[in-house]
């Protein structure tokens, strides 16, 4: 089957709505069954059917937008007028939603997260670089006897610093794992 065959429609898209419209009327139900066995012209259709011109007319040109019905062939009236034959356009309609709800398409909405994530650790890491530098170099302008004191009072601070940045990356990581997992384990049960 050729992808020509298929009319695929979002949900939330102004064609839908159109379409919807077109296809619960009577009478365009009536016409598309009409044209299921044959084409013809709107004079053809509306004397078969037993329906005004105009009516046929404006229909017609519904389910033409709607993609339902297509005009392949015309022919010249007595008057010159070109005169349309209408034709089924054998499409199979699916609606489905703007956004699939597929595990690809999940995983792309955590990628943001992990960057966040990522951004906040670094970020957080070289704050705690550059203020520990600051405070180092203020203490080598100190006293020797003061600087010994105050590296020694700093470090344990600098590396409190440092664990809670390796922190708050794993618990994030691992917390965007645990998601991941979840979703995966969704998508298996729905299958």
């Known amino acids: 089957m050729s ?3 298929f009319l695929l429609v979002d949900l939330n898209e102004a064609k839908t709505k159109k379409l919807a419209e077109t296809i619960t009327s009577d009478t365009s139900r009536k016409i598309l069954n009409y044209l299921t066995e044959k084409e013809g012209a709107e004079s053809i259709i509306a004397k078969e059917l037993d329906l005004p011109l105009p009516t046929v ?5 519904k389910l033409q937008e709607a993609g339902l019905v297509t005009i392949e062939e015309f022919h010249y009236s007595t008057k010159g007028r070109e005169v349309n034959h ?8 699916i609606i489905a939603p703007k956004k699939v709800a597929g595990l690809k398409q999940k995983l792309r909405g955590i990628l943001p ?4 994530i990522l951004g906040i650790s670094a970020l957080w890491g070289w704050m ?4 520990t530098s600051i405070a180092t170099k203020s203490a ?3 006293a020797v006897p003061m600087l010994e004191q105050n590296i020694v009072m700093m470090q344990p601070a600098q590396y409190a610093d440092q ?3 390796l922190w708050f990356l794993a618990g994030g ?3 965007l794992l645990i998601y991941v997992l979840i979703i995966v384990m969704q998508e298996k049960v729905k299958r």
């Open 57 to 61: 007319h404006y229909h017609l040109q």
């Open 86 to 93: 209408y034709k089924l356009a054998n499409k199979y309609i």
């Open 163 to 165: 664990y809670s940045v």
């Open 3 to 5: 992808k020509n065959n």
């Open 113 to 116: 997260v992990g960057l966040i």
């Open 173 to 175: 990581l691992f917390t």
């Open 140 to 142: 080598e302008m100190a």
């Open 128 to 131: 705690s670089r550059t203020t």
